[in-house]
C-alpha cells in the first residue's frame, strides 16, 4: 500500500474566512485551517493581529494530495479570490494582516509562486504587491474562526 504524502499550501488574502472558504471545496485538499503567520510575536490571538502589533498575516493554511491537485491550481485560485495590487487590504477589511502574500514551504513552491506572480501581473493595471516569503511558524486561530463560514450558514439554518 503506497502511503499518500500531504503537502501545505499557506496563503494570506485578506480576510481568513473567505481564503479558507475558497480553498476548503476543492478536491484534493484534505484540510483547511485559518491562523497567522508572518509575524514576530509568540502565540498571537486574534485581538493581537488585529491591533496590528504583531505583523502576523491572517493566512489560510491548506493540507492537499499533490496527485489530485497541483500547488499550481492553488496558485491560480489564489490570485483569483483577491485583489493582488491592494497593499495591505482587501475590501473594507484594512492593515498589515490583511496582505497578500505566499508563505511558502518549499523550493518548488517559491519558484512556483514567482512564476505565477509573473505571469498574472500581465492581467492588471497596477503592480502587483503580493509577498512571496518563505513559512514560518505558523499559530492557529482560535475553533470559532475555523471553517466560520460552515458554521455561521449551518447556525443561520437550525
Not at 10 to 24: D, I, K, L, P, V
Not at 33 to 56: A, K, Q, W
Not at 69 to 75: F, G, P, S
Amino acid at each position: 500500500m503506497t502511503e499518500v504524502v500531504l503537502h501545505l499550501a499557506t496563503f494570506g488574502a485578506g480576510c481568513f474566512w473567505g481564503t479558507e472558504q475558497a480553498f476548503r471545496q476543492l478536491p484534493g485538499v484534505t484540510k483547511t485551517s485559518v491562523g497567522y503567520m508572518g509575524g514576530h510575536f509568540e502565540n498571537p490571538c486574534y485581538l493581537d493581529v488585529l491591533s496590528r502589533i504583531t505583523g502576523h498575516a491572517e493566512v489560510s493554511q491548506i493540507e492537499y494530495d499533490p496527485e489530485k491537485i497541483k500547488y499550481e491550481t492553488l496558485l491560480e485560485i489564489f490570485w483569483k479570490i483577491h485583489d493582488p495590487t491592494s497593499l495591505n487590504r482587501q475590501g473594507a477589511d484594512r492593515g498589515e494582516q490583511y496582505r497578500s502574500v505566499i508563505f511558502y514551504h518549499t523550493d518548488t513552491q517559491q519558484q512556483l509562486a514567482h512564476w505565477s506572480k509573473k505571469n498574472v501581473s500581465s492581467q492588471y493595471d497596477k503592480p502587483i504587491v503580493t509577498e512571496i516569503i518563505a513559512a514560518t511558524s505558523y499559530w492557529l486561530a482560535t475553533e470559532e474562526h475555523q471553517q466560520y463560514f460552515e458554521k455561521k450558514s449551518h447556525r443561520k439554518s437550525l
